[in-house]
């Protein structure tokens, strides 16, 4: 084991050794490292086994090396013959890029040569690649492209267990994908070796999926874990979250701390709570350096976790579910749990999706429990995990978790699929089916947006290209139409930055500054054209002063000043170029519509027609496409500028439900706009009389029978609810 001979972890590290030898030492620890993995014995065995076996399901603990060491292995035995690659699907990215990188340094080549990666809007892969991390969702779109996946020899689903929609409908793709090839080419040439991995114990539906496919199971190390639970429950998470670390640090012995914590926000919220405390320390105290990992984070910045503290100092990991399996963070020690994640949830009956924050589930509870890894202490010591609630909370918790694809909006899916050649999507041989309400939901959704045909067809070219950009199926159509308003960029802008998370940074005792701050970029039409003006801004700033070390630094001046959250804005900068690239890759032109915003929000009204509200007489907000079910009340949320404002009529992206239902990145329209733009859903005759909107009943009377059937009964849309 890495540092075994040497119990003061801290002081070995403090010795500067010139750098040659400090990478050789490096090399040698990590060469060391691998040799204690568990899996490393089991080598030989996981190769005759993969030769024996088409599909395989691998079982083994998080940090028993799995992930980074069985590809390494397969390459070895030659699993990547005539040019084949093994590719590797992750459910994150930040997963994808770390162990990438981390794999191309035990192999001693540069990242993106022999080993590389591929995520959404980042390519780091090249003809030499032979080994290929990707998140999961990356490989369906490659199947788009090349639907027999001709280009792996091997394909590892890894971290199947979290149950992605992505990972469900990888499961039942390749299954269809190593059938084909079989057939096409007899049992050996090209077929297709599947590999399931999973780190915890439910092994038996996958292999039954893969008709009773073979399970191989690693031995785990398994060090000791204190775990506490509190005597009450707790009502502030953050604060209790803070006290209990702040108490780990002063009276436990050195180790870091990992805290789960649900998102990128209460992330950057416990950052700011930690440094505020700091300069309280009690001293002689070891410092601390706080890393924040979450998916939003850009590569460059997750990388960081991974790296040792300086000496004298406490590393404090604040992640969200992201460290649960997907990532293994070496020198983790302490473990602090409130027990809570961000869950998507969609109710197919109103056809709304939201993030909640909800309890874990008791599997994901254990594997919080178990993110422990001592490879550099000399001898293993036990970790503790901190518990944020009771143990009798802990005996109600679920006891796994729901797969996604029974609680989120399929569309997306759904449009890949089709454009997939899978038409009969309700009979896709899916490993848990998602309900079927939802799949239908979907299809409409899809439908109404003009990607299907009314044979239930992807439509040429709108449905084509919606499935080409790499966007939810509503964004995708509302660049596709932005052109005909003149105002690809602004959409182009709008898309990015609703892409990412928290453009504004609001300290809480500098909320008068930074609110003073936005007013800069704010507009009194909502809450889109001031996220297309902040854009705009820093463009400008960036254009201004060219490349090179002084700009970044003046750049970050501009961000300071301006409380603008940098990491978020580069990143939508980066996703805007990426969607910039497949936009004119489909031949659509990109153009700006200046400062004519009247033309932008007309856009975004027949864009986003299905999310329109109107003003009611108390000052709620009522959804405007009223159906059977949907008789939605919103309000606007505190965070938009339209925030306690009187709008007749509005436009938004996201509906978020606390304790009541809010609407969030809004912008004002004008109501009769939606007859003009979305006539088959707003009738236009009664709209002077204020019996607006409402829905034509014989909306779907062409619809054909086939696979879009049972729309008949299932669509309660199809009712007129006039106000
Ligand atoms: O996939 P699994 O959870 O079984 O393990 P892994 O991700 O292959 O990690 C095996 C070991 O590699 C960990 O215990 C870490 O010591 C090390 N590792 C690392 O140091 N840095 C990374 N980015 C990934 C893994
Ligand atoms: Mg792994």
Redesign the pocket.
Known sequence: MAASKSPGRFKQRNAIAPHSQQASARRKSIEE?RRA?PITIARQKLVDEVHKNDTLVII?E????????LPQFLLRAGFSKRGKMIGITQPRRVAAV??A??VAEEMGSELGREVGYSIRFEDATSDLTRIKYMTDGMLLREALLDPLLRKYGVIVIDEAHERTVHTDVLLGLLKGVQAKRTEEHGPKKESLKLIVMS?TLDAQGFSAFFNNAKIVYIQGRQFPVEIFYTFTSEADILDASLITLLQIHTEEEPGDILVFLTGQEEIESMDRLIHDRLPRLPPGSLKIQVVPIYAALPSEQQVKA?IPAPPGTRKVILATNIAE?S??I?GIRYVVDPGLVKSRSYNPRIGLESLIVVPVSKAQALQRRLVY?V?RFAFPRPGKCYRLYMEETFKQLENATVPEIKRCNLASVVLQLKALGIDDVLGFDFMDKPPKMAILKSLEHLYILGALTDEGKLSDPVGIQMARLPLEPLYAKALLISANFNCSKEMLSAVAMLSVESIFFVPKDKKKEADAAKQRFLSGDGDHITLVSVMRAFTDEVNKSGGGVVSKKQILRWCIENYINMRSLKRAVDIYRQIEGCIQAINLPVVSCGEDFTSFRRCLAAAFFLNAACLQQDGTYRIALRTLANTQVVSIHPSSIMHGKKLDCVVFNELVKTNKQFIRNVTRIDSLWLPELAPHFYGTRDARRGEWPYRHRNNFRNLNLGVLRSFATALPIAVIFPF
């Open positions: 490292q993995l083994g998080t940090g028993s090396g799995k992930t980074t060491q770390t162990v990188t981390r780190a991974f399996t990532v293994t070496p890894h490879t």
